[in-house]
């Protein structure tokens, strides 16, 4: 029996292409073959406190069907909410945790009125030092109330274990879901990088003992115990088993390359990776 070919769809984050317009970073991923996109909720694209944004929404949904491109969306914007502070508010803030939530519902809307599947999210740091029952308490009760909005929705919401963050591991991810009492709504964001970081397996292996939970992936390199995002080559990710995991476990999502420190040189990367991904059977361009 020959390897299983890929059925996942392959995707590129709008977070590495922030010099670009958004339709033209979706028009240039389609022209590459790509078929999905990590559509990151930013100041530049898709502004979710901008004016008329079902509006903006509606034009951006009629863009990715005749691309043919299916949309994830993202929402792990570094000043979306303060100018000054990284990723701030989040679910822990002592303070505008409120404002995170609502960015959230608004990501969850948006994904509903793009015909996504899912929201990306993550927990964010313990940075105002709660107990860690307090912190626990406050994120279980945030993503409770969140799943409640995502259901009405349609939406699912795809939780990313995130170094650094209160939530850095899947064993974690697991335990929270199981905490809100294993919510169908509720699945994982697998960034397969992080795995390196936290050192918690080998990507391959978790793809394949996560098969019932993945909703999204995100690949790119990255060096044992570092978090920094790389181009594929330059870190320790062992690329092929990761796509035959892939393969094996006839994954249907978007797996999304995530060079969001690479803007500069966007284009470029991920036509880079595009010859990098497609000799491993990855497919490319429309079936």
């Known amino acids: 029996m020959g ?8 995707g590129y984050c709008t977070s590495g292409l922030q010099g670009h317009r958004l339709g033209d970073a979706l028009r240039l991923l389609s022209d590459l073959g790509y078929r999905g996109v990590f559509l990151t909720l930013d100041v530049h694209h898709l502004d979710p406190l901008a004016a008329d944004l079902k509006g903006r929404v509606a034009h951006t949904r009629a863009m990715l ?3 043919d491109l299916i949309p994830i969306v993202e929402t792990g914007a570094r000043y979306v909410l303060d100018p000054a502070r990284k990723h701030w508010p989040n679910l822990l803030s002592s303070t505008g945790s409120e404002r995170r939530v609502a960015f959230l519902r608004t990501a969850i809307d948006v994904a509903r009125d793009l015909g996504a599947p899912c929201v990306s999210m993550w927990s964010g740091a ?18 409770a109330r969140l799943l409640q909005h995502a259901d009405a929705a349609g939406v699912d919401l795809a939780f990313e274990p995130e170094p650094g963050m209160l939530i850095e591991r899947v064993d974690q991810f697991l335990r ?13 964001s697998l960034d397969c990088g992080h795995l390196l970081v936290t050192g918690e397996g080998e990507p391959h ?8 939970l993945l909703a999204c992936v995100a690949i790119e390199d990255m060096r044992r115990g570092v978090h920094e995002h790389l181009p594929f080559g330059e870190g320790d990710l062992d690329l ?22 690479h803007s500069h040189e966007g284009p470029y990367q991920a036509e880079r990776s595009r010859g990098i991904l497609s000799p491993l059977g990855v497919p490319f361009g429309r079936p």
Do not use: C, M, W, Y
């Open 126 to 143: 313990n940075t105002d030092r709660l107990t860690e029952d307090e912190a626990h308490d406050k994120l279980r009760d945030a993503v």
């Open 240 to 261: 092929p088993p990761l796509i035959d995991a892939l393969s094996e476990i006839a994954f249907e999502g978007v797996v999304a390359v995530e060079l969001g420190r």
């Open 205 to 212: 292996d978790v793809i394949r003992e996560q098969r019932e």
């Open 3 to 10: 390897q299983a070919k890929p059925r996942f769809r392959i």
């Open 176 to 188: 929270l879901r199981e905490d809100l009492g294993d919510p169908r709504r509720l699945k994982l």
């Open 65 to 67: 069907e005749s691309l």
